[in-house]
């Protein structure tokens, strides 16, 4: 039998991706929306995805918009909440998606908070091997947060968005004057996440928020969109510089470890702002005893959450035991320690990669 020669042969795929994107913010620009979309032809055909809350709110009349403006539009929607963030509420949106007809030319649009926008865009990562997306966010959280950087994702019985893409949107769409139809706990659930970007980054939006507390609880126009101007800023400066969370844009989980691992431990019961709340004074708590952040810090900090009626403690019937299992199962741990965002001051987050059970263990 002959014998055959080594065979091998490298595969040149070295490439510039430009993912770049706008984020357009102003007031009453909804139903200019579908009129910009048509201008830059994002896809052939469009596929709305919005939740059954959403789609009662704004689904039905932006696709009324959608179609008024010529465009090829439908609409699919999955039940509202985080307990339908899951790999079975995504397979039903894409099996509707080819039964609607939808191919490669076509574009996702993302309408809703941060669970529509996450399971929006890893349908659309998934789709046909991936097709584009437009972020179109109507809450807070997802307006500051969650619609600007590509994360996607689904969450599993074990964690939050354990399995997902980093995948960019096209464009993202703000009109602050959406927040109207929110609720005071729905604000509230947003503001953490603009206090999170104040206190890594822009102390101007703690400033804000210590001198308009109602402006900012009541969803003020002026107010909370130069909130959002700013917020939009510090996300999308750390966005720019690491696309792939390979280091800097870890500074955005600030509040975010501990405060995930008690979202998942009280089954979602608490919103996700109200957890992140409780994680960052949480983990500012453990900055103190690590050294890294003064006990006034700490205090001042603790003060401006409570102003802006956010909470600062876990609620005495969620257990411990699961919030420590949960920490566990989170990305950023290497082996025995895990990776946390802690602060020195106001504006100044620092990566802590030492942090072991027993700290965390302590301020629980």
């Known amino acids: 039998m002959p014998a055959f020669k080594r065979y091998s042969k490298r595969i040149k795929l070295r490439k510039y991706v430009d993912n770049s994107y706008s984020i357009l913010i102003a007031p009453s620009c909804f139903h200019q929306i579908p009129r910009d979309i048509k201008k830059h032809q994002f896809g052939q055909k469009y596929c709305i995805i919005t939740d059954t809350n959403v789609k009662k709110l704004y689904g039905e009349e932006f696709l009324k918009l959608m179609r008024d403006q010529g465009l090829d539009a439908t609409m699919i929607s999955f039940q509202a909440g985080e307990r339908h963030k899951t790999l079975k509420t995504v397979e039903k949106l894409v099996s509707q998606m080819v039964q609607l007809g939808h191919n490669r030319k076509s574009c996702v649009i993302a309408l809703g908070g941060g669970v529509t926008g996450d399971i929006a ?22 307006m500051s947060d969650s619609s600007i950087g590509g994360k996607t994702g689904v969450d599993l019985t074990s964690g939050k968005n354990l399995v997902g893409a980093f995948t960019q949107p096209k464009k993202v769409y703000i009109d602050p004057q959406v927040l109207s139809t929110l609720s005071k706990k729905q604000v509230k659930n947003g503001l953490a996440e603009i206090v999170k970007h104040g206190l890594i980054s822009d102390k101007g939006i703690l400033r804000i928020l210590k001198k308009n507390p109602e402006k900012a609880l009541n969803a003020h126009t002026t107010t909370i969109t130069q909130l959002l101007i700013r917020s939009c800023r510090v996300k999308g400066r750390v966005v720019e510089k690491d696309e792939l969370e390979k280091g800097l844009r870890m500074i955005l989980n600030y509040g975010h470890s501990i405060g995930h691992a008690i979202e998942h431990a009280s089954n979602y019961s608490l919103n996700h702002g109200e957890a992140i709340a409780i994680g960052m004074n949480l983990e500012n708590r453990l900055a103190v005893d690590k050294k890294i952040l003064s006990s006034k810090n700490c205090e001042r900090i603790e003060e401006l959450l409570k102003l802006i009626k956010l909470p600062t403690r876990i609620p005495a019937k969620i257990d411990r035991k699961p919030i420590l299992k949960a920490l566990t199962k989170d990305k950023k741990n290497q082996g025995e320690t895990y990776t946390f965002t802690l602060l020195k001051r106001p504006g100044t987050p620092k990566i802590v990669h030492n942090i072991t059970a027993q700290d965390v263990k302590a301020v629980l």
């Open 121 to 142: 865009g890893f349908a659309a990562s998934m789709y046909m091997r991936g097709i584009p997306f437009i972020q179109i966010p109507t809450t807070l959280v997802a």
